[in-house]
């Protein structure tokens, strides 16, 4: 059998513990046999971060920028408990804020559905992906205690001086910001997005409250999707959606799914949690980060999986889900396949995915799914973290 080729290298972050193991096994047993892979390697396992000071980061940031796309495994942030146990000299900091601030990316996350896994509400029948905005408001806000009440104002650069209230006694005050730039560059991954998956975008805020903030989201969104995204969409047979949050809310669990949900910084930190719930499992979520130019970097939602790698390095069998990692090395081949014009590539990892989502719909999985399980007629197997990856090979 010849292998698929690769014109243009994929951006390859490797990353730590258990996730790391799954990464070699996912490549050795279900990527080098059927391509040539042409990817250009970051690692970034905590004691490479430590031994280059970081700068290995961004580089793979830069790398990213450069080739378009990159896939990557979850790493360590590190915590004073991590500082000791790899010696650190510093307590670096999370490499995806690194990545997401050099890009000024989006982070989109959908869940991958499988028949018997049902999501908690029963007529969500397609993904739901959240564009979370990661800039701003309460995430770099100022707050201060005032025991005594008093008056507090917002000053302007123009020398205006906003009462913002005369506490009559004991109470809390709090100011946040955002910026155009931030919100435009928000609005432009999503409407980029929904046009690479041909899925409609919904955006909502609470515009009917805070008249000058949260409508400065509304305003900015619709006057790029006019200016810059209405024909395509329109092309595509796509729609731009925008709704009170409230709205949005009762909207979404109303509905089948199959959409794109831009939400404010900490509207999508919340929404994402409990749609990954709904959805089952976070060992199901993969994640993709978006730049407002085009760029992408795919990975799991989840992280290390620290309490499985220590099992592991102990010798005791583990059954880690490899299945978030598997999509984002799909994901990130389908893009590269895309871009480049390789319809073979494309056509692999869409194959992957299908097969990887129908070993566990004939009841091969990985443990943390067993409980999950309900389908008529299959009785749910638990199998080992590699033994999944060996399963998935042999359906291939
Ligand atoms: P985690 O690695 O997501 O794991 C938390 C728990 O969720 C696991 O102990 C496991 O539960 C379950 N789980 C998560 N992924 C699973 C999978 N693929 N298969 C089976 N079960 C899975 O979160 P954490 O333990 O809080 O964090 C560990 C390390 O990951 C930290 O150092 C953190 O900084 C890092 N992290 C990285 C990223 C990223 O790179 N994107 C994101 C989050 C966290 P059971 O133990 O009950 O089986
Ligand atoms: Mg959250």
């Known amino acids: 059998m010849t292998k698929i080729k690769m014109s243009v290298p994929l951006v390859e972050i490797d990353g730590d513990e258990m996730t790391r193991v799954l990464w070699k096994a996912i490549k050795e047993i279900l990527l080098e046999p059927f391509i040539e892979l042409n990817t250009e390697y970051y690692d970034l396992g905590l004691i490479e971060r430590e031994r280059t000071s970081d700068a290995v980061t961004l580089a793979a940031a830069e790398a990213i920028k450069k080739y378009g796309v990159g896939v990557k495994c979850a790493t360590i942030t590190p915590n004073a408990q991590r500082v000791e146990e790899y010696k650190l000299t510093k307590m670096w900091k999370s490499p995806n804020g690194t990545i997401r601030a050099a890009l000024d990316g989006t982070v989109f996350r959908h869940p991958v559905l499988v028949n018997g896994i049902k999501p908690l509400v029963p007529n969500w029948v397609k993904p739901i992906t959240i564009a979370r905005h990661a800039y701003g408001d309460v995430y770099s806000g100022v707050e201060a205690y005032l025991p005594e009440g008093g008056k507090v104002y917002l000053e302007l650069p123009n020398g205006e001086k906003k009462l913002i209230k005369d506490l009559p006694s004991a109470g809390i005050v709090q100011a946040v910001h955002n910026l155009d730039k931030s919100i435009e560059g928000f609005s432009r991954s999503c409407f980029n997005y929904a046009l690479s998956t041909k899925q409609d975008l919904w955006f909502s805020t609470k515009d009917t409250i805070s008249k000058t903030y949260d409508h400065r989201f509304k305003d900015i969104f619709a006057e790029i999707y006019e200016k810059e ?125 299908k097969t990887t989502v129908s070993v566990i719909e004939s009841g091969t999985m990985t443990g943390d799914l067993v409980p999950l399980f309900d389908k008529e007629g299959v009785i749910p197997e638990k199998v080992g973290s590699i033994e999944f990856l060996e399963a998935i090979r042999k359906s291939l």
């Open 229 to 353: 995204y209405k024909k395509e969409f329109e092309k595509a047979g796509i729609e731009y959606f925008y709704t009170l949050i409230d709205d949005a809310v009762a909207r979404v669990m109303r509905s089948k799914g199959g959409f794109i949900w831009a939400c404010k910084n900490y509207d999508g930190d919340v929404m994402s949690d409990m749609l990954a719930t709904a959805f089952g499992s976070l060992a199901m979520m993969t994640s993709v980060l978006v730049s407002p130019d085009g760029k992408y970097e795919y990975e799991a939602a989840h992280g290390t999986v620290t309490r499985h790698y220590y099992k592991h390095l102990k010798g005791e069998p583990t059954s880690t889900n490899s299945v978030a990692t598997i999509f984002a090395w799909t994901g990130a081949l389908k893009k590269r396949g895309e871009l480049d014009g390789n319809e073979e590539l494309q056509a692999f990892a869409e194959r992957l995915e």
